[in-house]
């Protein structure tokens, strides 16, 4: 991952907490994870409309590896954004997409961060802070 994820923590109101990943394929460093795995507490990419969500990937890992999330509010991080139908612009709420990564807000899901840049097309990483 050639992105720094952490830009800023604010004064340590974030927390970088181990999980086990859970399900195929990479999660990517700056996706918004839940705890998709109950009876084990592992982790995978959080679904669309998702109000679970507990995070953002620290790093990128794979299924069954050791991997680190950032919790908290008023932290800024680069954050993974689609802005494939939907351009993002400074100040938009971010929610969750099918994909996993943030697009602007749609509607009334729920807003896990706010655009600190723009991005006017494709999928790319955003200064974002954490709502």
Known sequence: M???????????PARILPFTASGAGTLSGGRLVAINDVTNGQIGLAATGAANGIGFMFTDSTSGQNCSVITGKGVILNLSVNAADNACALGDLLS???????????????????AMEALASGLGYVKCITL
């Open 2 to 12: 050639a992105t720094e994820i952490l830009v800023n923590d604010g004064g340590a």
């Open 96 to 114: 969750i997409s099918a994909n996993g990564d943030l697009v602007s807000q749609q509607g009334t899901d729920t807003a896990y961060a706010v």
